[in-house]
């Protein structure tokens, strides 16, 4: 069962938006801290951005700063947590294949293997 499922990439100009979803399977993940990473071909997965358990703490990657809000829906009128990654003034080296991921505490971090659940990953690419 894929407990995380992510949606929203494609392909947008320079100076584009996109928003990025990531649908939790379990209203457990209510009380994980979640973030976004992104991973371009031939390099290594990186921070992007994170949120903690209530939402109410976020950080981000200096790279994205100003550009990329993240924020979560734990409503409990929903029967999922979802997660968003509001990408805006897109640049061609925001090119990459973006992962939703949540760890099992409350407060975020920036590295990928203090998260323990991942999707499948969607794809983001911005043409000059």
């Known amino acids: 069962q894929a407990h995380l499922v992510e949606s929203g990439g494609g392909l947008e100009q320079a100076g584009g938006s996109l928003r990025l979803s990531c649908a939790a399977s379990?209203?457990?993940?209510?009380?994980?801290?979640m973030g976004w990473f992104r991973q371009a071909p031939g390099k290594e997965r990186d921070f992007v951005a994170s949120i903690s358990a209530s939402g109410r703490s976020t950080f981000y990657a200096d790279s994205v700063k100003g550009r990329f809000t993240i924020s979560r829906d734990n409503s409990r009128d929903n029967a999922k947590i979802t997660l968003y990654l509001q990408m805006n003034s897109l640049k061609p080296e925001d090119t990459a294949v973006y992962y939703c991921?949540?760890?099992?505490?409350?407060?975020?971090?920036?590295?990928?293997?203090?998260?323990?659940?991942w999707g499948q990953g969607t794809q983001v690419a911005v043409s000059s």
């Open positions: 379990e209203r457990t993940f209510s009380s994980y801290a």
């Open positions: 991921a949540a760890r099992s505490r409350v407060v975020p971090s920036t590295l990928p293997s203090e998260y323990d659940y």
